[in-house]
C-alpha cells in the first residue's frame, strides 16, 4: 500500500503562484512514477502532469504548459507542482496519483491507469 497526502492549497487570485505537495509513505516511492489530476465541479477528472520513476521525463497537458512545472524528491518521498499564472479555470480540487513501475509508461491520461490516491487539496483561483 501507498499512502498520499496532498498538502498547498488554497484561494488564490489570478496570476499568483501555489506550490502543491504530496508527501507518500508505505513502499518504495522510487518504484511509482507520480501524477496530478484535477476536477472542477461537474466535470471530469482530468490530467495535469505527470512525472517519472526518476523525475528525468515529465508530460503536462496544454492548458498549464510553460505555467505548471512537476517535479519530485525521492529522498523525501514527496512529490510537488508548482503553479504559476493561476487563471481562474485552474479552480478545481487536485490530486496526486502513483502508477506503479509494472505498468507500461509513467503516465496515462485516464485515471483507471493509477494504483493509489490522495484525497485532494482545493485550489481556488478568484479573478
Known amino acids: 500500500q501507498v499512502q498520499l497526502v496532498e498538502s498547498g492549497g488554497g484561494l488564490v487570485q489570478a496570476g499568483d503562484s501555489l506550490r502543491l505537495s504530496c508527501a507518500a509513505s508505505?513502499?518504495?516511492?522510487?518504484?511509482?512514477?507520480m501524477s496530478w489530476f484535477r476536477q472542477a465541479p461537474g466535470k471530469e477528472r482530468e490530467f495535469v502532469a505527470a512525472?517519472?520513476?526518476?523525475?528525468?521525463?515529465?508530460e503536462y497537458t496544454t492548458s498549464v504548459k510553460g505555467r505548471f512545472t512537476i517535479s519530485r524528491d525521492n529522498a523525501k518521498n514527496t512529490v510537488y507542482l508548482q503553479m504559476n499564472s493561476l487563471k481562474p479555470e485552474d479552480t478545481a480540487v487536485y490530486y496526486c496519483?502513483?502508477?506503479?513501475?509494472?505498468?507500461?509508461?509513467?503516465?496515462?491520461?485516464?485515471?483507471?491507469?493509477?494504483?493509489?490516491w490522495g484525497q485532494g487539496t482545493q485550489v481556488t483561483v478568484s479573478s
Open positions: 512525472i517519472s520513476w526518476s523525475g528525468g521525463n515529465t
Open positions: 508505505g513502499r518504495t516511492f522510487s518504484n511509482y512514477a
Open positions: 496519483a502513483a502508477r506503479g513501475d509494472w505498468r507500461t509508461g509513467y503516465y496515462s491520461h485516464s485515471k483507471n491507469g493509477y494504483d493509489y
